[in-house]
């Protein structure tokens, strides 16, 4: 499995912006589609967006418009830059990899696609 660890949380008032970063341990990173979810309390982890080898992005609904996701192979690192942060984007953050090979596939949104997770990141948005 892939190392994950997130950074980038935070409060943040309303119309605000934060920016998660997402390094991975993995050598062969630029291999791994990535992913962001999202998980607020009582809620199922949905998809926030995804990233392929070649910079083919896909989003939820929540995210289009406001969020972009993008990612550093020579750094392993993905991005997720949050604009116009609203109070229903109060949520753990977490960063995803899929298998080894996935970033050459269609990115999916399903959590059962991904094999490596983060520890999540809170993010905190006032109204």
């Known amino acids: 499995q892939v190392q994950l660890v997130e950074s980038g949380g935070g409060l943040v008032q309303a119309g605000g912006s934060l920016r998660l970063s997402c390094e991975a341990s993995?050598?062969?990173?630029?291999?791994?589609?990535m992913g962001w979810f999202r998980q607020a309390p009582g809620k199922e982890r949905e998809f926030v967006a995804g990233?392929?080898?070649?910079?083919?992005?896909r989003y939820g609904d929540s995210a289009k418009g406001r969020f972009t996701i993008s990612r550093d192979n020579a750094e392993n690192t993905v991005y997720l830059q949050m604009n116009s942060l609203k109070p229903e984007d109060t949520a753990v953050y977490y960063c995803?990899?899929?298998?080894?090979?996935?970033?050459?596939?269609?990115?999916?949104?399903?959590?059962?696609?991904?094999?490596?997770w983060g520890q999540g990141t809170q993010v905190t948005v006032s109204s």
């Open positions: 990233i392929r080898w070649a910079g083919r992005t």
């Open positions: 993995e050598r062969t990173f630029s291999s791994y589609a």
């Open positions: 995803a990899a899929g298998s080894r090979g996935s970033a050459f596939r269609e990115i999916s949104t399903s959590i059962y696609d991904y094999t490596s």
